[in-house]
T-cell receptor, first 114, second 115 residues
Framework: DAEITQSPRHKITETGRQVTLACHQT?????MFWYRQDLGHGLRLIHY???????NKGEVSDGYSVSRSNTEDLPLTLESAASSQTSVYFC?????????????FGAGTRLSVL | GEDVEQSLFLSVREGDSSVINCTYT??????LYWYKQEPGAGLQLLTY?????DMKQDQRLTVLLNKKDKHLSLRIADTQTGDSAIYFC???????????????FGTGTLLAVQP
């Protein structure tokens, strides 16, 4: 069965360190998204990609970067981790199918920045 | 703006009906969605409604859409303890020439079902 997997599931790091969160999907979807989930804010879009070599900033992109070198993977990098980036991170993917936009989510990565 | 609002918490007794409400701001959204998040898991699509529909029923779930007021609701009949989760509504605003493929999520409503 097709799936979307995130790794690691949990990560503890120190402020100032570079951290990369992995996202891998086997749906063969063109679109991939990174969100962060915080209490009282719901899910906020960090970065997204509509295909290989395409990346776009979301509403909370400062301090984060992504790259899309193949269809399956969209790693999220925190260049210099800050305590404000402690959060639960979700990756999602979808196929381009007109106006219907059903996204499939990974199980999430819980990141703590100390 | 692109704000989707939900109440944060709802508590019901097992067997009762639950109604989770959502207001959105972008009338260009062609589809509106409800996602469910169980503890420690990612979001899963529960149901969706096309914007030219007023109502959609799927087993215990009923979605009502009031496009004039930009109000969306999810009714769960005969609520069970397994329905305890966070429920998110989401819209997909269209841009000129087509959909953005992005979803704008609400803050989520925590549904607690008491046995």
């Amino acid at each position: 069965d097709a799936e979307i997997t995130q790794s690691p599931r949990h990560k503890i790091t120190e402020t100032g360190r570079q951290v990369t969160l992995a996202c891998h999907q086997t749906w063969n979807h063109n679109n991939m998204f990174w969100y962060r989930q915080d209490l009282g804010h719901g899910l906020r879009l960090i970065h997204y990609s509509y295909g290989v070599q395409d990346t776009n900033k979301g509403e909370v992109s400062d301090g984060y970067s992504v790259s899309r070198s193949n269809t399956e993977d969209l790693p999220l990098t925190l260049e210099s981790a800050a305590s404000s980036q402690t959060s639960v991170y979700f990756c999602a993917s979808s196929e381009s199918r007109g106006a219907k936009n059903i996204q499939y989510f990974g199980a999430g990565t819980r990141l703590s920045v100390l | 703006g692109e704000d989707v609002e939900q109440s944060l918490f709802l508590s019901v007794r097992e067997g009762d009906s639950s109604v989770i409400n959502c207001t959105y701001t972008d009338s260009s959204s062609t589809y509106l969605y409800w996602y469910k998040q169980e503890p420690g898991a990612g979001l899963q699509l529960l149901t969706y409604i096309f914007s030219n529909m007023d109502m959609k029923q799927d087993q215990r779930l009923t979605v009502l859409l009031n496009k004039k007021d930009k109000h969306l609701s999810l009714r769960i009949a005969d609520t069970q303890t397994g329905d305890s989760a966070i429920y998110f509504c989401a819209e997909s605003p269209a841009t000129y020439g087509g959909a953005t493929n992005k979803l704008i999520f609400g803050t989520g409503t925590l549904l607690a079902v008491q046995p």
